[in-house]
């Protein structure tokens, strides 16, 4: 039975973690070989699916009825779609209802959504009755090829997002890109910009992909998609596989997202994390040219690549607010390097460390002249 996922697979992926290694399915269709992938990687007859309540009706109902079909006892779980649910407050409703559903220590957790389901039905996973398995069944462009890999689960609070959390590799994830055609395109084209930060650090091949058939992949075609989803997951998985737990080479997927999470800070989190890091690593490329450590022409192939992904090429957001978000991200860090630049289109530069310091005034130019446009 399980050759048959394999054989219906575009790619399956092995993912290598401490908890165990883990299978990464990957093509369109597969969601109906959920109950196949349970039975054989987390096999328990009861089951926690969980998801937003914008993906359950659509998608995660219907997981649900399937696994009930093959005789599991289901208990199927919703919370109001948004970042806004990526809180304690969740996790309690959550974890209250599946000790009221008598849940023991046997279950697992199927979680069916975009990344806040895969963020918080991971945690919940994690800490319910100290850990049971999860399975991940990503809906989003983002937690197909972002979220769904190197098993970080968590929660936002007051002081800032994903401060709470735990390590919780899945048991397996399936990605069915045919699922991609119900997100809405603006979502799509945002976590396509995670897929581009995958090639400009790590493949030249994969950045050209994405940028060749952004049409295609915005467009939500199942097979392209599955393609890029696939060759992300590959490159990602590498890193996590050689630096699970983030102390060296793991930095590397940080590319864009020192000053991408200053304007995202900066604009009240108005705009899209996508949208947000696709400017951070048009800067941080800047930086890089400025600074004679990349190659020079990287920024315009990036602004290409990107052109079709964010939402316009200039961003309503206050600059000396973005610096003092930098600021005081530097301050946290005790001062410590934290750009991630490149070297050229697929690969990052690697001097010292992989983060470089990048002196304030150099920082400030970087900013202000991304977010006044590109
Ligand atoms: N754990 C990680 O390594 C990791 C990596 C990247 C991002 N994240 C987290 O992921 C979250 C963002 O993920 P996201 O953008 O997927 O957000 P999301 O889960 O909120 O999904 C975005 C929207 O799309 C809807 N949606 C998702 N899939 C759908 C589908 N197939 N059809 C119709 N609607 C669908 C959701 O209901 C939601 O309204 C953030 O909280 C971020 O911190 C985690
Ligand atoms: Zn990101």
Redesign the pocket.
């Known amino acids: 039975m399980i050759n048959d996922i394999h054989r219906a697979a575009y790619a399956t992926i092995e993912i290598r973690a401490a908890a165990g290694d883990y299978p990464v399915f990957v093509g369109p269709g597969l969601l109906s070989r959920l109950p196949v992938v349970v039975s054989t990687y987390a096999p328990s007859e009861r089951l926690a699916v969980i998801s937003?309540?914008?993906?359950g009706p659509?998608?995660g109902a219907a997981a649900a009825e399937a696994l009930v079909e093959v005789g599991h006892d289901v208990t199927f779980l919703t919370f109001p779609?948004?970042?806004g649910?990526?809180t304690r407050k969740s996790w309690s409703m959550l974890t209250d209802e599946m000790l009221n559903a008598g849940l023991g220590r046997d279950c697992t957790v199927v979680a069916v959504?975009?990344?806040?389901?895969?963020?918080l039905a991971?945690f919940v996973a994690a800490t319910y009755l100290r850990g049971v398995p999860v399975v991940q069944v990503?809906?989003?462009?983002?937690?197909m090829i972002?979220?769904?890999?190197?098993?970080?689960?968590?929660i936002?609070v007051r002081a800032g997002?994903?401060l709470v959390?735990a390590f919780h590799a899945p048991c397996a994830v399936i990605a069915d890109t045919a699922?991609?055609?119900?997100?809405?395109a603006r979502?799509r084209a945002?976590?396509l910009v995670?897929a581009v930060k995958h090639g400009a650090i790590l493949s030249e091949a994969h950045f050209d992909m994405i940028a060749h058939s952004a049409e295609a992949l915005i467009g939500a075609d199942p097979d392209t998609n599955a393609a890029c989803v696939a060759a992300s997951v590959r490159l990602k998985a590498d890193v996590v596989a050689r630096d699970e737990f983030e102390g060296g080479l793991r930095q590397v997927l940080n590319f864009g997202h020192t000053i991408g999470h200053a304007i995202e800070a900066a604009a009240e989190y108005e705009i899209?994390?996508?949208r947000a890091v696709a400017f951070g690593m048009i800067a941080e490329a800047r930086i890089g040219e400025r600074l004679g450590v990349t190659e020079v022409g990287t920024t315009d192939r990036l602004m290409a690549a990107l052109m079709s992904l964010t939402d316009g090429t200039s961003l309503d957001v206050d600059p000396s607010e973005a610096l003092r978000f930098l600021k005081a991200d530097k301050k946290v860090r005790a001062g410590r390097a934290r750009y991630v630049l490149l070297r050229r289109i697929g690969e990052v530069a690697h001097d010292d460390g992989w983060a470089h310091d990048v002196d304030d005034a150099t920082a400030r130019v970087a900013v202000t002249e991304v977010l006044s446009g590109w």
């Open positions: 937003d309540d914008q993906v659509i998608h779609e948004g970042e649910s990526k959504g975009g990344g806040v389901t895969t963020d991971g990503p809906t989003s462009t983002l937690a972002d979220a769904s890999v190197g098993g970080k689960t968590g936002d997002k994903n959390g699922l991609l055609t119900t997100l809405d979502n945002e976590g995670e899209g994390h996508g």
